[in-house]
């Protein structure tokens, strides 16, 4: 089994490709003024919800029972959807996944090489890498979410789940569109922007044979599938096309259709603040006169059930991919989704991207967190993103130290020396005296300004307070010596 | 071992905890949000006009169901739209003189494309979201009649509009064998520097009928 | 200044680390015997007075786990045991102790960060603010954005120096933007970031632990 997730495996790890997003401060401005934007809304859009917190511990418990009973709603969301005229595909990897998708677009598009499908936003397909895979095969895919338009007609990679091309500005756009859509004449205003996406799809649409769309749900008890949109694009896509391929985790099942009350008031307010977004379309299976007559489902698990073992791991699953956490995180505000080198960035995208693919890819994204915990205050199905990212933190640090390595690495070294510090208060202590002896050599002006080795990560920026002459260990001390004395002098000079 | 049963042996094997009763645990989920609204009847239909207009819809409102068809007469002549799409079952009754109603008989996208509006009944309303639900079938049209023209004008029964989300969906929730559509506005993107642009794709204007 | 509330103040010297920084790096199994230590150490306090948010925050996020994984009853009772009784420095003062005005005097403008942990996970809300605002003299200048995180995240710091910068550069701007003399904070981590940006940047603003202005009852405040 091949596990992809994106292009995770050529990715540099997080500080080195943070450091350079860093520089682009064209990039930072886009990125803290729409995760600004975003994160006032989803404030005033919960703020008048009186039961928020009732119903995000009723999306996480809905969550956490489809999870434990998975292989119960898998199966009887197959079953009902087959019933309905559906057909259910299982892709137990990203090659499977395009496989599958490759030769049913060869069984009802033919074999003439430059084939359009229509796509609508779907992460899915961005993981299994489904656009590379379709045009390696001679199948010409065209996004129509306005953002994934941006970011393919771009050459780009998408930097947040909800909102793929928010790192670039209105003039980045409009030169976008000038060169790929032969409009010299375009101007930066959001709205010729958003015409001329109009225009330029419009006829895509009506001619498509066969769309791909993902979902943002599966219901079992009813086979039914949804999308959750706001354009209108993805109603096009699930609705002109004779042929609908619908690509969905397993992850993404949920009981019965009632469930989605809850899933509905939540997804959009904290998506973007709306108090529901305009469109959401919700099929079952085929219906004869109106829309596709052939409806495919691949249900896809690449690396998925690989989080279902451990209870802490499994919770990721419960993500709905809202985005709040990535709107909330001060790390991404800072460097915004391409230094996370995943399709997943952000907060969830630290736990759900190295999870997927075993540790193999995305090991430092568990530590691109401050574990300030905003993300799981947003989080509209209550996961704990911050003790996520710390347990995994801690199987890195054991399979780094099963390594001749990992075991020499200065980290490693440095961190078992301070446990053993640690573990006697003897210690401690004249290690406090050895470094307020060693320090000296590194002061100037009184500061620490240019320490060695890790600790110089953090004087290249800041300085750093030296260790004082005195600890407030030693004054206790000296001041328990003179015992009762000092005491009474204290309460003298206070009265 | 075929996809299927691979997946499904990879997850049993992961959940490692004894069977039990999906239906059962289901059912005993406790659900302590809001399922029925407190407003009165006046104040849910004042709601449900404050969120419509909120979220760029429009809004007109009769009383008996005789207005109608001047209501849509009105809700086309302020488009200067003299063709509007309908189901084949549409009253005939609530439709006014003057225009060209074009029966949606199976009609092929070509014949859809290119006519300016559409007129259809829904199934339920949501008050607190300013969301119309269809469910398309009957008056409320094939999917493809209420996407392509560029303006939606819908009828909705004061009786249809609940207070709550959760309310909406226990009314509808037998009625998933058809295709599902809920509605909250006109089409809209906040793609561009989270500017929210009105009308993409579906249509650039959506006209409630308030009626009943 | 707790035992000019009439309290008697114990500070074992044996007491090392609670245990944070090798849990939240990863280095679990290291963090075994410092938590060990901690329960061992205080296990018979009447109150423990935590002036660090972080440490209560992973003392109550993480002991509980930690001592179910070793499989150590005893360790267990005595993690259960000993939670209830242990208090971040404003929690002692606002909730269990119950007071506000500590008669503290501190002629000078401060602006209050509140800190991660001290505000997501222990939920401390405005006690601080309580305890400030009854200071004789303290001018309380409202923090912009203050609810963002200062970047220091512990071993963060030194593992992505650059984005903790970035953050940092944020958060100095927002403090040095009110105007105040001091900043100050419930977590001496946060506050040793805050200061490492300011002082490297020239700004003469300085950072107080909470407990150090509450502290002061001379009429200067005590700075020089």
């Known amino acids: 089994m091949s596990v992809i997730v994106g292009k995770t495996s050529q990715a540099p790890d997080f500080p080195i490709a943070a450091k350079s997003a860093l520089k682009n401060d064209q990039l930072r401005r886009n990125v803290a003024h729409a995760t600004n934007v975003i994160r006032n809304k989803r404030a005033l859009r919960v703020e008048e919800m009186p039961d928020w917190e009732d119903l995000r511990q009723a999306g996480s418990d809905i969550k956490a029972h489809t999870l434990a009973h998975l292989d119960h709603y898998l199966e009887e969301f197959a079953r009902n959807c087959e019933l309905a005229g559906g057909k259910v595909h299982w892709a137990r990897d990203a090659d499977e996944a395009n496989s599958i998708a490759i030769n049913l677009i060869r069984h009802y598009g033919g074999t003439e090489p430059g084939l359009e499908v229509i796509k609508v936003k779907t992460m899915t397909s961005d993981e299994v890498q489904m656009n590379h895979a379709l045009e390696a095969a001679g199948i010409k895919p065209i996004e129509t979410d306005l953002a994934d338009m941006i970011v393919q007609l771009g050459h780009?990679?998408?930097?947040?789940?909800?909102?793929?091309?928010?790192?670039?500005?209105?003039?980045?756009?409009?030169?976008?569109?000038?060169?790929?859509?032969?409009?010299?004449?375009?101007?930066?205003?959001?709205?010729?922007?958003?015409?001329?996406?109009?225009?330029?799809?419009?006829?895509?649409?009506?001619?498509?044979?066969?769309?791909?769309?993902?979902?943002?749900?599966?219901?079992?008890?009813?086979?039914?599938?949804?999308?959750?949109?706001?354009?209108?694009?993805?109603?096009?896509?699930?609705?002109?096309?004779?042929?609908?391929i619908t690509l969905i985790g397993i992850e993404k099942v949920l009981p019965t259709f009632a469930d989605l009350e809850v899933i509905l008031q939540t997804l959009p307010r904290s998506a973007t603040g709306e108090r529901m977004n305009p469109y959401n379309s919700i099929w079952t299976g085929v219906t004869p006169g109106d829309g596709p007559q052939a409806f495919h489902v691949i249900l896809l698990d690449n690396g998925r059930t690989r989080l279902l073992e451990d209870e802490i791991e499994r919770e990721t699953l419960a993500c709905i991919r809202c985005g709040a956490c990535l709107n909330a995180c001060p790390v991404y505000r800072e460097t915004g989704g391409h230094a996370y080198g995943s399709i997943y960035s952000g907060p969830i995208g630290a736990i759900l991207s190295p999870q997927l693919q075993s540790l193999e890819h995305s090991r430092s994204l568990p530590f691109a967190s401050t574990l300030c915990g905003a993300c799981y205050e947003v989080c509209p199905v209550k996961i704990n993103i911050p003790e996520v990212l710390i347990h995994l933190r801690g199987r890195v640090v054991r399979e780094d130290q099963k390594t001749l390595g990992g075991k020499l690495s200065a980290e490693n070294i440095a961190m078992q020396t301070v446990a053993t510090v640690f573990?006697?208060?003897?210690?401690?202590?004249?290690?406090?005296?050895?470094?307020?002896?060693?320090?000296?050599?590194?002061?100037?002006?009184g500061q620490l300004t240019n320490l060695p080795g890790m600790a110089g990560g953090w004087t290249r920026s800041r300085d750093l307070r030296p260790i004082p002459k005195q600890s407030f260990r030693d004054w206790w001390k000296a001041r328990d010596k003179n015992g009762e004395e000092t005491r009474e002098k204290k309460a003298e000079e206070r009265a | 071992m075929t996809a299927r049963e691979e997946i499904l042996a990879r997850v049993r094997s992961a959940l490692h905890t004894a069977p039990s009763d999906p239906v059962a645990a289901h059912a005993r989920l406790s659900h302590t949000y809001n399922r029925i609204g407190k407003l009165s009847r006046e104040a849910c239909l004042e709601l449900f006009i404050d969120r419509l207009v909120d979220y760029d819809s429009e809004i007109l409102q009769v009383t008996a169901e005789s207005e109608i068809p001047q209501a849509i007469a009105k809700a086309l002549q302020h488009a200067d739209e003299h063709r509007a799409l309908v189901a084949p079952v549409f009253?005939?009754?609530?439709?006014?003189p003057g225009f060209e109603f074009k029966l949606d008989n199976a009609l092929p996208t070509s014949e859809i494309e290119g006519v300016a509006a559409v007129v259809t009944t829904c199934e339920a309303a949501v008050a607190a979201t300013g969301t119309i639900i269809l469910v398309h079938d009957g008056a409320q049209g094939r999917r493809v009649i209420t996407l392509m023209p560029d303006h939606h004008i819908c009828l909705v029964h004061r009786d249809q509009v609940f207070e709550l989300l959760p309310e909406a969906m226990t009314a509808i929730a037998g009625r998933t064998t058809k295709p599902i559509t809920t509605i909250s506005g006109p089409s809209a993107t906040s793609d561009i520097e989270m500017t929210r642009i009105r009308g993409v794709h579906g249509p650039r204007r959506l006209t409630v009928i308030l009626y009943g | 200044m707790i035992e000019r509330l009439g309290h008697t103040v114990e500070f074992p010297v044996q007491q090392t680390c609670c245990g944070q920084m090798h849990y939240n790096t990863g280095y679990h199994r290291e963090a075994v015997p410092l938590v060990r230590r901690f329960v061992e150490m205080f296990r018979d306090a009447e109150a423990v007075c935590v002036p660090s948010a972080s440490c209560v925050a992973m003392m109550r996020e993480h002991y509980v786990m930690m001592a179910e994984a070793e499989n150590d009853p005893a360790f267990l009772a005595d993690v259960h045991s000993l939670l209830p009784r242990v208090f971040e420095f404003s929690e002692l003062l606002v909730n269990r102790l119950g007071i506000e005005d500590v008669g503290a005097t501190f002629p000078h403008s401060v602006t209050y960060h509140p800190s991660c942990h001290s505000l997501r996970m222990l939920h401390v809300g405005d006690a601080p603010v309580k305890l400030l605002r009854s200071v004789r003299g303290l001018n309380l200048l409202e923090l912009p954005n203050k609810e963002q995180c200062c970047g220091f995240g512990g071993t963060f710091a030194v593992k992505n120096p650059d984005v903790s910068v970035a953050m940092l550069t944020e958060k100095d701007a927002c403090v040095v933007q009110t105007g105040a003399e001091i900043v100050t904070a419930l977590d001496n981590s946060c506050l040793m970031q805050i200061y490492g940006g300011l002082h490297r940047s020239g700004s003469k603003v300085r950072t107080m632990h909470l407990a150090e202005i509450l502290e002061s009852i001379e009429p200067t405040g005590g700075l020089a």
């Open chain 1, 156 to 244: 780009d990679e998408p930097s947040h789940i909800v909102v793929p091309a928010l790192h670039k500005n209105r003039v980045e756009i409009r030169d976008i569109f000038r060169k790929q859509m032969g409009l010299p004449e375009l101007t930066e205003q959001p709205e010729d922007l958003t015409n001329a996406a109009r225009h330029y799809l419009r006829d895509r649409f009506l001619r498509a044979k066969i769309g791909i769309s993902g979902a943002n749900f599966a219901i079992a008890a009813t086979g039914s599938v949804g999308v959750v949109e706001s354009e209108g694009n993805g109603r096009m896509c699930v609705t002109l096309p004779e042929v609908l």
């Open chain 1, 423 to 445: 573990q006697d208060h003897r210690r401690y202590e004249a290690a406090q005296r050895l470094a307020r002896i060693g320090q000296t050599i590194f002061k100037r002006d």
């Open chain 2, 91 to 96: 009253p005939a009754a609530c439709l006014p």
